[in-house]
T-cell receptor, first 113, second 112 residues
Framework: SAVISQKPSRDICQRGTSLTIQCQVDSQVTMMFWYRQQPGQSLTLIAT?????????ESGFVIDKFPISRPNLTFSTLTVSNMSPEDSSIYLC??????????FGEGSRLTVL | DQQVKQNSPSLSVQEGRISILNCDYT??????FLWYKKYPAEGPTFLISISSIKDKNEDGRFTVFLNKSAKHLSLHIVPSQPGDSAVYFC???????????FGAGTTVTVRA
């Protein structure tokens, strides 16, 4: 399994600001994804981070709100833009082969005041 | 639209006894099923999986059962240990699509 590092592990943010979360993997991976886990909720897929091209977003998520970069096969960033309290969640980076189990980072817990 | 459902938000079991976690799904295209375990302040860790061509998969203390006709799967943990206390997520995907759909999770507490 890959070792996945996320930064920051947690942060408290002010309404209206933006925060970028970094995900670093110790090996090249085919697939990278960003998930969100709102308080008491399940994990929801935000988008697939595509290397060298625009991310593929799931229904209900848009690039203006959650811009994603993936410059190479080991690194990706997710930005949460113009934050509101509803964005308070755990944001998780995950990686995997084209099919099968995914491996997750430890998550970035964001609290928006 | 929740395609994977875990209807029991919590489960309490005595150490040494069996823990049974249940999961239902609605999407008939799902053919690969997984269980993840999550401790507080950590990301989910993969536990065990099963393909739709099987009805049972066993790995040590963990066994997953799949009933395709009922669109139901379960995870059995025998014997339960205090270190098993965590949130368990059921997940599913279709071979035509790499995306995982997750249930809401079941919090397991193993009592000494």
């Amino acid at each position: 399994s890959a070792v996945i590092s996320q930064k920051p592990s947690r942060d408290i943010c002010q309404r209206g600001t933006s925060l970028t979360i970094q995900c670093q993997v110790d090996s090249q991976v085919t697939m990278m994804f960003w998930y969100r886990q709102q308080p008491g909720q399940s994990l929801t897929l935000i988008a697939t981070a595509n290397q060298g091209s625009e991310a593929t977003y799931e229904s209900g998520f848009v690039i203006d709100k959650f811009p994603i970069s993936r410059p190479n096969l080991t690194f990706s960033t997710l930005t949460v833009s113009n934050m509101s309290p509803e964005d308070s969640s755990i944001y998780l980076c995950s990686v995997g082969p084209s099919t099968g189990e995914l491996f997750f980072g430890e998550g970035s817990r964001l609290t928006v005041l | 639209d929740q395609q994977v459902k875990q209807n029991s938000p919590s489960l309490s079991v005595q150490e040494g006894r069996i823990s049974i976690l249940n999961c239902d799904y609605t999407n008939s295209m799902f053919d690969y099923f997984l269980w993840y375990k999550k401790y507080p302040a950590e990301g989910p860790t993969f536990l065990i999986s099963i393909s739709s061509i099987k009805d049972k998969n066993e790995d040590g203390r963990f066994t997953v059962f799949l009933n395709k006709s009922a669109k139901h799967l379960s995870l059995h943990i025998v014997p339960s240990q205090p270190g098993d206390s965590a949130v368990y997520f059921c997940a599913a995907s279709a071979s035509s699509d790499y995306k995982l759909s997750f249930g809401a999770g079941t919090t397991v507490t193993v009592r000494a």
